[in-house]
């Protein structure tokens, strides 16, 4: 069983519309948990990042963590056309070191 | 500031070339790493680093070689390219559990 677990996709999603995107883990160390947008030919670039449960808003976007579920989330409003891009969450287990654990990315595509 | 600094973006080889992957980093960051991504693969973890002078294995290390003489650089090289390590490398770096910047990648083609 792979750490992350991570909807590939691809979605697709009318301008305007309330995106939501997934990953469900197996470690119930993990303590930080990030999503990253990587857009076509590019680096992943951090977008959001959380400690522990709860919700972090910046912007469109919201992170939410659930860790009683093992359990992520990142949800974008008003999703725009410059939204499109792979997004890859990933998370961190404290006790090992600074290795991060990815997933495998959800490919994004809003229609204007 | 130009963070994470990659060389070269694109490169071909010839099934048993060696040659080194550059990643500098301006930021001051302990820790150092090494991904390769392939499609429906993710980012696989090479090797890393979490401070000058050491370095360990990640996920898939074998047909690699890294090391880190100063905090700013750090160098993989690829000892004998096969068509398996045709991928994007990304370098990343990062101070703590924030998260890691990334390069903006070295796409390398073994034929």
């Known amino acids: 069983q792979k750490e992350v677990e991570q909807d590939p996709g691809p979605l697709s999603v009318p301008e305007g519309a309330i995106v939501s995107l997934n990953c469900t883990y197996s470690n119930s160390a993990f303590q930080y948990f990030m999503w990253y947008r990587q857009y076509s030919r590019k680096g992943p670039e951090l977008l959001m990042y959380?400690?522990?449960?709860g919700n972090k808003e910046d912007g469109r976007f919201t992170a939410q963590v659930d860790k009683s579920s093992k359990y992520i989330s990142l949800f974008i409003r008003d999703s725009q056309p410059s939204d499109s891009a792979t997004y890859l969450c990933a998370m961190r287990d404290p006790n090992t070191g600074n290795q991060f654990y990815f997933g495998t990315g959800t490919s994004l595509t809003v229609i204007p | 500031n130009a963070g994470v600094t990659q060389t070269p973006k694109f490169q071909v080889l010839k099934t048993g070339q060696s040659m080194t992957l550059q990643c500098a980093q301006d930021?001051?960051?302990?820790?150092m790493s090494w991904y390769r991504q392939d499609p429906g693969m993710g980012l696989r973890l090479i090797h890393y680093?979490?401070?000058?002078?050491?370095?360990d294995q990640g996920e898939v290390p074998n047909g690699y070689n890294v090391s880190r003489s100063t905090t700013e650089d750090f160098p993989l090289r690829l000892l004998s390219a096969a068509p398996s390590q045709t991928s994007v490398y990304f370098c990343?770096?990062?101070?703590?559990?924030?998260?890691?910047?990334f390069g903006s990648g070295t796409r390398l083609t073994v034929v």
């Open positions: 959380t400690y522990s449960s």
């Open positions: 680093s979490v401070g000058a002078g050491i370095t």
């Open positions: 930021m001051n960051h302990e820790y």
């Open positions: 990343a770096s990062s101070r703590g559990a924030e998260g890691y910047t």
